[in-house]
């Protein structure tokens, strides 16, 4: 294993994807919206926003499809669209419980750093009680840039407290992954179903990666 786990001071996770299997219903999300005005969902759209904030990706919508909605709007049509899937639908990933246990017991503290809403994030968090783990939730509307930028990692490294050098990232997507490295840290990443096509590049990225954490649980077992 090429990443140092004794050396790492705290753990920090992208949501969508990494955390939670939740990027299947964009996909309907953006057909159905982008619908109501006539405009079919562009094959490369996902590509196009990946790693951007929540209010990025409204800008980007706005412009590129000429909506005659406001930014608040947009932003707030897609919580309405998602809440109730990301409450009571989006299921967290395999091991994704037992690795958070075995961290918390290790004292290890962990942060969320997402390009998604604070509203979805919540939902998340309160559908699966999730809340005792983290001591730092932190969406990259919080910051000036989103992913690849550093900001979103470096400003949960910096509620933790923890020397980014010393801090483990878990991310599903690129972008993501080259966000973490540039925030000076370690990065996994997590295999998942939507991004699969992206693979080869996210290992190459990566310092690590995994198909699920039961790979990293195993490897945190040997060490004792």
């Known amino acids: ?24 219903m964009w996909r309907d999300i953006d057909i159905e919206y982008l619908g109501r005005y006539g405009i ?18 409204a800008v980007y919508f706005k412009e590129t499809f000429s909506l005659p909605d406001t930014l608040d709007e947009i932003k707030a049509e897609w919580n309405r ?19 958070l246990d075995a961290l918390l017991v290790r004292q290890i503290p962990m942060g969320i750093a997402t390009s998604n809403s604070k509203e979805l994030v919540q939902a ?18 919080e910051v000036a840039a989103g992913k690849p930028a550093p900001d979103i990692y470096l400003k949960v490294a910096e509620d933790l407290n923890a020397d980014p050098k010393q801090c483990l990232v878990f991310e599903d997507v690129p ?3 080259l966000a973490g490295k540039n925030a ?8 998942d ?20 954490y039961s790979e990293i649980l195993r490897d945190m077992e040997e060490m004792k």
């Open 1 to 24: 294993m090429k990443i140092p786990m004794k050396e790492i001071q705290a753990v920090l996770f992208d949501l969508d994807g990494t955390l939670v299997d939740s990027m299947w």
């Open 40 to 57: 079919s969902l562009p094959d490369n759209l996902q590509k196009e926003i990946e790693g951007m904030s929540f209010s990025e990706t």
């Open 81 to 99: 669209m998602a809440y109730e899937k990301y409450r009571y639908q989006v299921p967290i990933k395999p091991y994704v419980r037992e690795f």
């Open 124 to 141: 998340v968090i309160d559908g699966q009680h999730l809340e005792h783990y983290f001591h730092s939730i932190r969406t990259a509307c």
């Open 175 to 177: 972008a993501g992954i």
């Open 184 to 191: 000076g840290m370690w990065v996994c990443s997590v295999y």
């Open 193 to 212: 179903a939507w991004s699969a096509d992206m693979e080869e590049e996210k290992r190459r990225l990566a310092d690590e990666a995994i198909m699920d």
